[in-house]
Every structure is written in C-alpha cells, then in structure tokens.
C-alpha cells in the first residue's frame, strides 16, 4: 500500500467533511496507510459541526482502520521551537583563536541542552539507543522517556 501523511489534522468546514469521507474511504479501500497527527481526537473532530452526522461514518472509519495514539505531555513542545525558549544555542566566540573560550561556551551549551534533555525526558534515566531510519543505522548516545 501507499502512505499518506496529515499534519495537524483538523476539519472545519463541512464541505471538507464530506469530501474527507469519501477521500479517506476510497484511500482505505485501496490498501492505503493513514498517519496524522492532530490536537483532538478522532471523537472531537468536526465537533459541534454543521450537519456533523454526515461526518460520523468517517470518524468511525477512522477508528475501524486506525490506530489511534494519544500523546501526552505536561510539555507544549510547540512553545519550545523558537529562539526565546532557549532552544536554540547559539556560540557566540568573541575572539577567533581563543581555544579556552571556545571551550567555556560549549560547556555551557552542553549545561542548557542538559537541562532541556532533563525537563523533556522528566529525569528519566538516559539510555543508548539503536535506531534504524532509511537504512541506516543511528547510535543515540542519549535516550529517554521518547527523548
């Protein structure tokens, strides 16, 4: 089968809706795999929706075909993707040839990626881990809690 990819799945419109319905059956009736992501379960998509109930049979399809993860966290790691979280560590060297300070600003990026390791892993104990993508194998040196 084929893979088909939704990123923050989301329905709004019920024109979208019916137009879902039919897409995703057809997609599943050719052997089609489904990964999404979304910010509401598959129950509260299209909630409160004008004529919701032609959206009902897709719901349930989604349910019937998929499997449905729900992923959560105390963390919004959306809010962590910009410069002013502090998830971008940035070295700043002042001179050019100064080891010792080049030195001291990785030191100090290592203790911020540290701490963020430690907040987004909830102090699981990290482990070294084994991942396999598109052939390839990747050591992490540092794993834990889906971190």
């Not at 088909?4 to 057809?26: K, M, N, P, W």
């Not at 010792?100 to 070294?128: I, R």
Request: with cysteine; charged share 25%; net charge neutral.
């Amino acid at each position: 089968g084929e893979l088909f990819c939704f990123d923050e799945f989301v329905v709004t419109d019920v024109g979208d809706a019916v137009i879902l319905r039919s897409l995703l059956g057809r997609m599943w009736d050719r052997g089609l795999v489904l990964v999404s992501t979304s910010n509401r379960p598959p129950d509260d998509l299209y909630k409160n929706g004008i004529q919701r109930d032609l959206f009902i049979p897709c719901i349930q399809m989604i349910h019937q075909k998929c499997v449905v993860h729900r992923v959560s966290s105390e963390v919004d790691l959306r809010l962590l993707t910009s410069a002013q979280s502090g998830t971008y560590f940035i070295l700043k060297q002042q001179s050019n040839n100064n080891i010792d300070e080049l030195e001291t600003l990785f030191m100090e990026a290592n203790k911020k990626l540290d701490a963020l390791f430690k907040v987004l892993s909830k102090s699981d104990k990290p482990q070294k881990m084994r991942l396999i993508t598109q052939g390839r194998e990747i050591i992490v040196n540092k794993a834990a809690h889906g971190v």
